[in-house]
Structure formats: C-alpha cells, structure tokens
C-alpha cells in the first residue's frame, strides 16, 4: 500500500492507523500548496480531488476520505481498530467518524485561509467551541472515544485537534480535550507516525 500524505494535514490520521497495525506501507509527501510530488508529478493525476488522504492498493486501486480510507485499513485487522461491521458498536464508530470529518475537520477549514476575515474567525472559532463543548464530555470520562480501546476515530480526531495551537484555537476551556491529545502523543505507535512526517518535536 502507499499513502499520499501531507505532514500534519488529515492524512496523519491513516498513517498513525497504517503504524498501529503494522501494515506494510510506503508514503508519498504531497506539496499541498503546489500538488506536486517529489519528483515532480501533478498530484491531481492520482487524485483529482487535489486532497490527502490517497490510499493506493496493492492491485493499484485507489481510495479517499478520510472515513473510507480509515475503515479500509482498520479491516485488514478485524478487531484491531474498529468494531466487526453489522455490528451496533461499528455504527457508533462510524457517528464519530461522520462528526470529526463533518463538524470538526470541516469547521477548521476556514481557519487554514489568510484571507478569512477576523470577525468571521471569530464566529467559526466559536462554533468550534459548541462542538467542543459536546464532545470533552465524552473525553472526560474515558480515554478514547468509544471507551478504553484506540481507535480510528481517535486517530482522526487527534490528527484534527492537533491543529488547535497552530490556528490559534484556545483549547484551554476544554482539559479534557488537551488530555487527550497528549494521551495520543504518547502512543509507541501514533509517535512513530509523528517522527516520520517530522512532526515529533512539535506535538511532543
């Protein structure tokens, strides 16, 4: 398999999956800003969507978004990542992962834009807040979002959240939010993820 990733951006996500279940993977660094590829390869020819994740299979089959690409290599491992599919507890995975891809990844996109004006920054940042102040909760009282045990939806939602200090989103009202993340950051497996898009430094 090879991900299309861009350091820190969505991708981050399967590639902390592709680490936790130690699934043989290559990495191909996307220049988001240019959508080249290292040598020099428009990236839009392998995803006219122009975005990351890009999950390349074996057979040279391709998928993307983030919800897909996260549910396609948690079931390699059945049982690893994500609930047995059918089942009640892989539905509410799936509301996770439907919230972090629909309220949270999408309510900081306006946030990535030097040309988004400040009072409207101001307006997404608060809406932020109110889906913040629905999940801490959650975090609050256990350590991942479905219980005890990781999962992709962890993986997305720390790979989301870990944006906060770069786009000047205070976190500070939520603890259980910066809990969180750092309970992530320490993982064997999500640091590996880190140390290969040289991302360790900053998250530590």
């Not at 861009?6 to 999956?17: K, T, V, Y």
């Not at 599919?85 to 996770?96: I, N, P, V």
């Not at 000047?168 to 140390?195: G, H, N």
Request: hydrophobic share 45%.
């Amino acid at each position: 398999m090879k991900l299309y990733y861009a350091p820190g951006a969505c991708s981050l996500a399967p590639h902390i999956a592709l680490c936790e279940i130690g699934l043989p993977h290559t990495l191909e660094r996307v220049d988001l800003a240019t959508h080249k590829l290292s040598d020099g390869t428009d990236y839009r020819t392998v995803n006219p969507k122009g975005s990351v994740p890009t999950l390349e299979l074996d057979d040279g089959a391709r998928l993307t978004e983030n919800a897909v690409v996260l549910q396609y290599i948690a079931d390699r491992k059945p049982g690893s990542l994500a609930p047995a599919f059918g089942s009640l507890e892989r539905y509410r995975l799936m509301e996770w992962l439907n919230f972090i891809a629909t309220e949270l990844h999408k309510g900081y996109a306006p946030l990535w834009k030097p040309d988004t004006p400040d009072a409207y920054r101001a307006s997404v940042i608060k809406l932020l807040g109110a889906r913040f102040d629905y999940l801490a909760p959650f975090l609050a009282e256990r350590p991942y979002l479905t219980g005890d045990a990781f999962t992709i939806a962890d993986a997305y939602l720390f790979a989301i959240l870990s944006w906060s200090d770069h786009l000047k989103v205070d976190l500070s009202r939520w603890p259980a939010l910066r809990q969180f993340i750092d309970r992530v950051a320490s993982r064997t497996k999500v640091r590996q993820a880190l140390r290969e898009e040289n991302l360790l430094k900053a998250a530590a």
